[in-house]
């Protein structure tokens, strides 16, 4: 009788996973693959078009937005048609979506004018005021494509990344993937100094942690899109003309200023931010574990 063919130990360890070991590591493997395709959609889309047709999606902003909107749909077809999950599992739920959006924009707006206001207050920055000649309907379009390309980010980030590997394993390794392959992307984008590094890798922390609390992209579609709609059109750190202000970093002031092409995001400020924000929301978490344990106590005591 002719010998059966050995399955490879590697198809074993997907189809099978013979030890307890094989099948954690499996499901790992598969949930790293998925996170990666997500990844991969948002270098296709995203990070890609920025690189090889730079003028084109900075110039015409209809671009970036069909690009992105292909993005968004692509991921959630994957992730409801491939994968079979829910929405409601990638950070899109049924309710409050409004709700966590508007939360999250009024948190990225203080953000952002709060670290402009600490940059001017030790006179890291001049500004030019252009209040007058601020053109609110020019600026509404590119705005619009600017919180549609931040719920594209954080839905790769946060709800595909952070959600997928986290629904299969441990919450920390899906926030460690996370942060990891977000800060990677920056440190491709060849804009970078240590603080830059450091505050993406505070605000990936941050924001992974605000998901995890809340399993709502929204919020963190809320504030990274309103961070960047101020930074532009309020404060105006860019080239941009069309902006209420016009602010031009001093140089050699990098920790106030970050350094890096009149960018907020690689100042100082943005690092205290990001450590006290982190702080606040373990505080109130501990709290609300502790209050929610004692309501379980006391349902237990009166059954």
């Given at each position: 009788?002719?010998?059966?063919?050995?399955?490879?130990?590697?198809?074993?360890?997907?189809?099978?996973?013979?030890?307890?070991?094989?099948?954690?590591?499996?499901?790992?493997?598969?949930?790293?693959i998925?996170?990666?395709?997500?990844a991969?959609?948002?270098?296709v889309?995203?990070?890609?078009?920025e690189?090889?047709?730079?003028?084109?999606?900075q110039?015409?902003?209809?671009?970036?937005?069909?690009?992105?909107?292909?993005?968004?749909?692509?991921?959630?077809?994957?992730?409801?048609?491939?994968?079979?999950?829910?929405?409601?599992?990638?950070?899109?739920?049924?309710?409050?979506?409004?709700?966590?959006?508007?939360?999250?924009?009024?948190?990225?707006?203080?953000?952002?004018?709060?670290?402009?206001?600490?940059?001017?207050?030790?006179?890291?920055?001049?500004?030019?005021?252009?209040?007058?000649?601020?053109?609110?309907?020019?600026?509404?379009?590119?705005?619009?494509?600017?919180?549609?390309?931040?719920?594209?980010?954080?839905l790769?980030?946060?709800?595909?990344?952070?959600?997928?590997?986290?629904g299969?394993?441990?919450m920390?390794i899906g926030?460690?993937?996370?942060?990891?392959?977000?800060?990677?992307?920056?440190?491709?984008s060849?804009?970078?100094?240590?603080?830059?590094?450091?505050?993406?890798?505070?605000?990936?922390?941050?924001?992974g942690?605000?998901?995890?609390?809340?399993?709502?992209?929204?919020?963190?579609?809320?504030?990274?899109?309103?961070?960047?709609?101020?930074?532009?059109?309020?404060?105006?750190?860019?080239?941009?003309?069309s902006?209420?202000?016009?602010?031009?970093?001093?140089?050699?002031?990098?920790?106030?200023?970050?350094?890096?092409?009149?960018?907020?995001?690689?100042?100082?400020?943005?690092?205290?931010?990001?450590?006290?924000a982190m702080a606040?929301?373990?505080?109130?978490?501990?709290?609300?574990?502790?209050?929610?344990?004692?309501?379980?106590?006391?349902?237990?005591?009166?059954n």
């Amino acid at each position: 009788m002719e010998e059966k063919m050995k399955v490879p130990r590697s198809i074993k360890l997907l189809r099978t996973a013979l030890t307890d070991n094989e099948k954690q590591f499996s499901v790992f493997l598969y949930s790293l693959i998925q996170c990666l395709i997500g990844a991969g959609l948002y270098f296709v889309f995203t990070f890609l078009p920025e690189k090889l047709f730079p003028n084109l999606f900075q110039s015409n902003e209809l671009y970036r937005l069909i690009a992105d909107v292909i993005m968004i749909l692509l991921l959630l077809v994957i992730w409801v048609r491939v994968e079979k999950r829910t929405v409601d599992s990638i950070g899109i739920p049924s309710k409050e979506k409004l709700k966590y959006y508007l939360i999250g924009a009024l948190i990225g707006s203080s953000a952002a004018l709060s670290v402009w206001a600490i940059i001017l207050l030790f006179k890291g920055a001049t500004v030019e005021n252009r209040m007058f000649s601020f053109n609110l309907p020019a600026v509404l379009f590119p705005s619009l494509v600017m919180m549609v390309s931040a719920f594209g980010h954080e839905l790769v980030f946060r709800g595909n990344i952070l959600g997928g590997v986290s629904g299969r394993n441990k919450m920390a390794i899906g926030l460690i993937v996370s942060v990891i392959l977000e800060m990677l992307f920056y440190v491709f984008s060849g804009k970078i100094t240590i603080l830059v590094l450091v505050n993406v890798i505070l605000v990936s922390l941050l924001m992974g942690i605000m998901y995890i609390r809340k399993g709502n992209v929204f919020l963190t579609a809320g504030v990274l899109g309103f961070w960047n709609i101020i930074s532009k059109y309020i404060v105006g750190i860019s080239s941009d003309d069309s902006a209420m202000f016009k602010t031009v970093f001093e140089p050699n002031k990098y920790l106030l200023n970050g350094g890096i092409n009149n960018d907020m995001f690689g100042c100082l400020a943005v690092s205290i931010f990001c450590v006290i924000a982190m702080a606040m929301l373990y505080h109130t978490g501990k709290r609300e574990a502790e209050e929610e344990r004692k309501k379980q106590k006391n349902k237990n005591e009166k059954n």
